[in-house]
């Protein structure tokens, strides 16, 4: 029987306990035997490697986060300790390698299969940021945009209740997607994120006129990335005449119970990434688009610069014109 081990990289999202349960229950019915890394590469490097079996996974399904833990590695940027950490997989007889993480956490899987010799590697994108290049969607986006439609709704009716500007900040590191899609599902008057200049002016002139015509409070979203959420309450208060609260996110949005998408997503990553082991490939990362799940190898996504999809930049666009 050839061994098999997972582990989590970088930061935790919902939906990798749903995979980490589908890991091991479909690793033993090919015939393989699942191994769980502990505390991502830093475990990796410290050997924290333990055979997983169904007891290990009985109840996780519905929890966030993950069970065997996440880190960053500052160490496993040096040679030595990847070296170490290769000896490790060694010693466990582990030939198949699945990471789940971001951009980071691929770049640092590259650099293990570059000065590895017998090991295959797989990458699950994991990231609530999407940002990862040529795939459409990461394990956890989803339960994070549930996260925010919930929190912003529920702030709507503080907002209207008080007549107040509230400007939600949202997660997303240098992306804006996160942000977008949530100013998009949750009817938010305005939207700043990178990608989308912005004139602060044509929403002046916009929000006066809406003023004029009744309308008592505003919902903004704006990107973490732009570093401006004081400026724009500031700016509500000055420019429009209305009192306004800033609210960040945060960390709630990597939480919570995973919704049924990321479920089925957690489901179907782990498949495709077993079976491209299974058929022999060395170093790829499984993708998602329109036309399914596919393997791309790790060159075409470590080192690639993800853009949001050209439909949702045009709706995003809309906003800040006056209408």
């Known amino acids: 029987m050839k061994n098999i081990a997972i582990l989590c990289s970088g930061g935790d999202v919902s939906g990798m306990n749903a995979a980490l349960k589908r890991f091991v229950e479909y690793s033993i019915a090919k015939g393989l035997t699942p191994y769980f890394i502990y505390h991502g590469f830093e475990g990796l490097i410290e050997n924290k490697i333990v055979k997983a079996n169904y007891s290990d996974v009985a109840g996780i399904i519905s929890s966030g986060g993950t069970k065997i833990h996440t880190a960053r590695s500052k160490r496993f940027m040096e040679q030595t300790y990847r070296k170490q950490a290769l000896d490790n997989l060694k ?185 491209g082991l299974l058929e022999g490939k060395k170093c790829s990362v499984i993708c998602y688009s329109g036309y399914g799940f596919h393997h791309k190898h790790i060159d075409d996504v470590a080192f690639k610069k993800y853009q949001i999809n050209s439909d949702l930049l045009k709706l995003g666009m809309e906003y800040g014109h006056i209408r």
């Open 91 to 275: 010693s466990h007889q582990i030939e198949y390698l699945i990471v789940m993480g971001g951009d980071g956490s691929f770049k640092g899987m590259q650099k293990l299969a570059d000065e590895s010799e017998g090991i295959r590697f797989s990458g699950i994108p994991s990231t609530i940021d999407n940002d990862i290049a040529g795939t459409e969607y990461c394990l956890g986006v989803d339960t994070a945009l549930n996260v925010n439609k919930f929190a912003i709704d529920s702030i709507r009716d503080t907002a209207s209740s008080f007549s107040r500007a509230f400007v939600v900040e949202a997660m997303g590191r240098e992306c804006g997607y996160l942000a977008l899609v949530s100013a998009l599902t949750s009817g938010a008057e305005m939207c700043l994120i990178p990608e989308i200049p912005y004139e602060l002016d044509n929403y002046k002139e916009r929000f006066q006129k809406q003023i004029k015509e009744g309308r008592e409070y505003f919902i903004a979203v704006v990107s973490e990335a732009l570093n401006n959420s004081e400026q724009i309450a500031q700016w509500f208060k000055e420019e429009i005449g209305i009192e306004s609260r800033i609210m960040v996110l945060g960390h709630i949005q990597r939480g919570g119970n995973p919704t049924v998408y990321d479920r089925l997503m957690a489901f179907n990553f782990v498949t495709h990434a077993i079976d």
